[in-house]
Nanobody, 123 residues
Framework: QVQLVESGGGLVQPGGSLRLSCATS????????IGWFRQAPGKEREGVSC????????YYADSVKGRFAISRDNAKNTVYLQMNSLKPEDTAVYYC????????????????WGQGTQVTVSS
């Protein structure tokens, strides 16, 4: 059974940084694409970033490009999302997602989801 556990969310001021972690188990980690989606109240679920299988090719939403960086540590079965220059519009619940093929921006393509971690950007 695939398990994804997010951590690292919290309250941060605009311009600050957070690093989210997604600890995984129950699957062959380096054969899965791992990504992050987020959802804010009243807004659609948005694909934030994704990292491919073992080669580590990355993808970012235009809204976070240049500010966020995704990485994976295959030895630890963990994916990270480094978030810099945070803005109030980044406030959302962030979900770690996984699928055993290429990255996707479609939420339904990901069969495995974590419970989410709240990120709040406010002064």
């Amino acid at each position: 059974q695939v398990q994804l556990v997010e951590s690292g969310g919290g309250l941060v001021q605009p311009g600050g940084s957070l690093r989210l972690s997604c600890a995984t188990s129950g699957f062959t980690f380096d054969r899965y694409a791992i990504g992050w989606f987020r959802q804010a109240p009243g807004k659609e679920r948005e694909g934030v970033s994704c990292i491919s299988r073992s080669v580590g090719i990355t993808y970012y939403a235009d809204s976070v490009k240049g500010r966020f960086a995704i990485s994976r540590d295959n030895a630890k079965n963990t994916v990270y999302l480094q978030m810099n220059s945070l803005k109030p519009e980044d406030t959302a619940v962030y979900y770690c997602v996984a699928r055993p093929i290429w990255c996707s921006t479609t939420a339904a393509d990901f069969g495995s989801w974590g419970q989410g971690t709240q990120v709040t950007v406010s002064s």
